[in-house]
Structure formats: structure tokens, C-alpha cells
């Protein structure tokens, strides 16, 4: 994703968001020692804050950003990183953005805890300024997101994935949290009923397209761009829908073929030719033109705002992510 053009989506909001990072930075501070430790190294680590621009821009279309836009904004980044430094120990991972990831440093069962604080902390951000609507909301999201990372788990063990339930599944896992940050950013807003579900669709038509686009840069990105290598979903087991296309084109054959590639766990040659047998399909063109269905869904969720900066940067933020190389 390439920085400079997400440096002028932000542009509407570079001051609140200069704000929202003091206060980020702040809010996971600690008295105990390792604590405080990890939270400094999670800092280091400067992912793209799409979340929190998501709730700041959501709120400035719907009425203004204020302060509890910037609560809202520190409660789903702190969810998100809750479930990043889980899910690296729920896939053994060694990375995350470049770094070594927390369970590589210290081990599962302080990184399993250091999750554990990071979501507990942002749900006393809310619970102390009395946001009862966004704790309503969040719980909701981390039920979704639970039951999406079990449905994925259970079918990764079956190989027997489908296009309905990999859309479930994307839905749960990933647009949830996006569609959480939209309507937490515009609740903090606004009580007009139509805007808030307005943004919760436009999140959630987001999310999905961002993630069937992140499904077809396992098959086509360089991995030096996208920080993962190339095929890790083939890998991992996992049947995203370029994937799921293909076997439901091709005979039966071929799919038993490339399943039982899928089974082994895939070598290096074995990928590539996953990766072939996804192309001849048309996995990848298929998979391309669903994402930016959902993209345009979206877009046409902001049709009863009126024009402003912000509704530019949303709209822009929809091009950006289905167009993305990493």
C-alpha cells in the first residue's frame, strides 16, 4: 500500500490525527515494567492506522470529530492490536510488519496475556467515559471475529470451503472490525439513525472488498512488497475465494489434484503450480471483479451525505484499498 497516496486520503484529518497518536501512545502506558516494555515495541511498529482514520473520517462526515471520536478511534485500535498479537500466536507466526513478533520475543504465554491487557484497556477506555453504545458494538465485533477465526480453523481442517462460507467467514473476521470503525466514528457523531447504518454498510462492503483483495495478493503480489511470502494462504491450508473459484471450474480431476497439494502443505513447486491452476481458471480476474463490486456497494453507501473533503477521502480510501500492490 503505497504510503504517499494514503498521506493524502489523510490530509482532511492530519491534525486530529497527530491527536489521536499522542493519545494512543498514552492510553497503553503501563506501571509494570515488561508491560510497558512490549507496548513501546508495539509502537515501533507503525502500521497504517486504517482503522482509526476510519472512525476520524467517519465522524468528521456525519458531524465532526470530537472527543469521543478520539475514543472511539483509541478503542478499535486497541482491539486490533489485541487480535494481531493473538492471532500471531494462534499461527505460530515470527513476524509481524518486519518485526519479530511478540510470541517470538517472549514467548505464547506472555503474548497471549499482553493481547488479553491491550483489549482489556480498551474496553475501560469506554467503560470510564461511560460509551456504553460503543461496548455494545465492539462485543458484537469480537463475537463475530471469534466465530469467523473458528469457522476458518474448522474448514482449513476439512478442505471442504465454499464461496457462501468464505464470504461468512470474511465477514466475521475482517469486515466486522471495519464496519465497527465506521459506525463507532459515526455514533460519536451523530444520533441520525440513517447516517450511523449508512456508514456501518459502507464498513462493512469495505472490509470485505479489502479482504478478497488481500486473498489475491497471495496469489499475484511480490512478496518483498506484501511482507509475507507468496502462497502463505496455500500454505496455511486456507481456501479463499480465487482458490474456490477455480475447483468449482475445473474437473474433478484437477481439484483432487490440487487438494491434495493443498493437504501437504504445499512446497515450493507445489505453489506455483496452485498458483498456475488458480490462473487458468480465472480465479484471479474473478476474485478482482467481486472485490471492487463491494468497493462500488460501498461507495454507494455515502450517497445521502453531501459533498465534502471527507466524503472524498472515503470515497478515495474505497479506490485505494481494491487498487493496492501490498
Partial sequence: MNLNSLSKITQVIEPELEEFNKLFRNSIKSKIGI???ITRYLLKQKGKKIRPILVLLSSKISGGINERSYRGA??????HTATLVHDDVVDNAETRR?????NAIW??????LMGDYLLAKGLML?????????LEVITQTV???SEGELLQISKTRKLDNDEETYFKIISDKTASLISTCCEIGARAATEDKLKIEALKQFGENLGIAFQIRDDILDYVGKSKLIGKPLGGDIREKKLTLPL???????NNFESD?????IKKGGKKLDIHDVIEFVKKYDGIDYSEKVSKEYAQKAINSLEIFESSEAKESLINLVEFVVNRKN
Fill in 35 to 37: 508491560v510497558d516494555l
Fill in 74 to 79: 483509541g478503542l478499535v485500535e486497541l482491539l
Fill in 98 to 102: 518486519y518485526f519479530p513478533s511478540i
Fill in 107 to 112: 514467548k505464547n504465554k506472555i503474548a497471549v
Fill in 126 to 134: 469506554a467503560i470510564d467515559s461511560k460509551d456504553f453504545d460503543f
Fill in 143 to 145: 463475537r463475530r471475529m
Fill in 244 to 250: 474456490i473459484h477455480a475447483l468449482s471450474k475445473s
Fill in 257 to 261: 489434484k490440487i487438494l491434495k497439494i
